[in-house]
C-alpha cells in the first residue's frame, strides 16, 4: 500500500521560509516523478511543482518559479519543497503526489495516482 506522509507545514511570516517533506513507502520511489500541489480554501487543487524520478528535470508553476525549488533524495523516499520568499498568497493545503514517468512533464492532477493527506501551510502579512 503507497503511503505517502507530509510534513514540515506551519505558521510563517511573509517573505520567510519553509521546508516541506513526503516521505513515500509502498512503491519503489525511484522509479516515480514527484510533485506538489496545493488547495487553498475554496479553490481548486493546483499545480505546483515536480521532479522526475530521476531528479534531473523539475518544472514549476508560474506563481512559485524563482522562490520554490523541488528535490528529491531516492536513498531516503523522501521529496522536499522548499519554499522561500513566501507570500500571503501561499497559504493553502499542500499535498505530494507520485506520478508514473510517462506523464514526466504534465502538471494535471489526473496524471498523479498516489496523494498524501497533506500539511498546511499559513503565511501571514
Known amino acids: 500500500q503507497v503511503q505517502l506522509v507530509e510534513s514540515g507545514g506551519g505558521l510563517v511570516q511573509a517573505g520567510g521560509s519553509l521546508r516541506l517533506s513526503c516521505a513515500a513507502s509502498?512503491?519503489?520511489?525511484?522509479?516515480?516523478?514527484m510533485g506538489w500541489f496545493r488547495q487553498a480554501v475554496g479553490k481548486e487543487r493546483e499545480f505546483v511543482a515536480a521532479?522526475?524520478?530521476?531528479?534531473?528535470?523539475?518544472y514549476y508553476a508560474d506563481s512559485v518559479k524563482g522562490r520554490f525549488t523541488i528535490s528529491r533524495d531516492n536513498a531516503k523516499n523522501t521529496v522536499y519543497l522548499q519554499m522561500n520568499s513566501v507570500k500571503p498568497e501561499d497559504t493553502a493545503g499542500y499535498y505530494c503526489?507520485?506520478?508514473?514517468?510517462?506523464?514526466?512533464?504534465?502538471?494535471?492532477?489526473?496524471?498523479?495516482?498516489?496523494w498524501g493527506q497533506g500539511t498546511q501551510v499559513t503565511v501571514s502579512s
Open positions: 521532479i522526475s524520478w530521476t531528479g534531473g528535470r523539475s
Open positions: 503526489a507520485a506520478q508514473l514517468p510517462h506523464y514526466t512533464g504534465s502538471s494535471r492532477a489526473t496524471d498523479f495516482d498516489s
Open positions: 509502498g512503491l519503489t520511489f525511484s522509479s516515480y516523478n
